[in-house]
């Protein structure tokens, strides 16, 4: 039986990759800080499902229970755990702007390290990193957030071409905006907004074909694309952030 360990798989997207990986047969293992909140009577309708309460900040447990979930075999590990917070209006809170980097950063490599501790001596396995299309810009109000995105992008780059030599393979991807409780406090609109279950598809889609990185939907692909190349003047227009005393730059 193939073996998926999914980071911050309590709710969102992670448990919906969870459920779906289980009934494509995988044995899951789920993670998040507060088991709670797992749907009640999950262990009876997910049998080769195991859940773990774990900070993806504890770099060490974080070993300890991939090492009790893999029994010296993983095949695939999802560092999806992630946590996003606002700031357009009031004074950026630094305190949250760590916890994010620490979360959103910190958390990937210390999932992608504990599960290579697994995979390494096998020299086989996948890593999958949840970044998002936020990293592919400096979206105002969201600077942690799409910092830690971005470094997340740009490591796994590396790492993709890094570990192939070693049969470990990288898939980055950056949803847009997905139907969850993370999304469901936003108070801005979500355009092309997607439904769990479907970005769930195109997530285990992407990873079956090991791609490097996959943006969607599509819609907001072709954003993205523009956004990350008009003149930075023009984006900062475009958001509506220009102020008069900028300069074109
Ligand atoms: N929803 C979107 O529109 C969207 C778009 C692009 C990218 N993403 C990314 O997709 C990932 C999942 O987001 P989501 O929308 O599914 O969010 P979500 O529903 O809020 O789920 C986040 C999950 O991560 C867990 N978690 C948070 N901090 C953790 C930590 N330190 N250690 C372990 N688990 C932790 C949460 O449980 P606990 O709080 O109990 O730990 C929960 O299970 C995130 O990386 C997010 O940035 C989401």
Not at 16 to 43: I, T
């Amino acid at each position: 039986m193939k073996k998926v360990f999914i980071t911050g798989s309590s709710t969102g997207i992670g448990w919906q990759l969870a459920q779906d990986y289980h009934a494509e047969g995988w044995k899951v293992g789920v993670c998040a800080r507060n088991l709670a909140k797992l749907p009640e009577g999950w262990e009876e309708k997910f049998p080769n499902m195991k859940a773990y309460e774990v900070d993806v900040k504890k770099k060490e447990l974080l070993k300890e229970v991939i090492a009790d979930f893999s029994q010296g075999s993983l095949d695939l590990v999802i560092a999806n755990a992630g946590r996003s917070h606002g700031s357009k209006t009031t004074r950026p809170d630094f305190d949250v702007s760590r916890d994010i980097i620490e979360i959103n950063v910190l958390g990937v490599l210390n999932t992608f390290d504990a599960a290579l501790n697994v995979m390494w001596p096998n020299r086989q396995g996948h890593l999958v990193a949840i970044a998002s299309v936020a990293g592919m810009v400096g979206l105002p109000g969201a600077s942690a957030y799409s910092a830690s995105k971005a470094a997340v992008i740009k490591m796994c780059e590396s790492y993709h071409m890094d570990l192939k030599q070693y049969g470990i393979d990288v898939t980055t991807i950056c949803p847009g905006f997905i139907d969850t409780p993370l999304t469901q406090q936003n108070d801005h609109a979500m355009p092309f907004l997607m439904k769990a279950d479907k970005a769930s598809r195109i997530i285990r889609s992407a990873i079956d074909k090991k791609m490097a990185l996959r943006v969607f939907p599509w819609q907001m692909k072709t954003v993205m694309f523009i956004l990350e190349r008009l003149p930075r003047w023009l984006y900062r227009k475009v958001m509506g952030m220009e102020f008069a005393n900028y300069s074109k730059s």
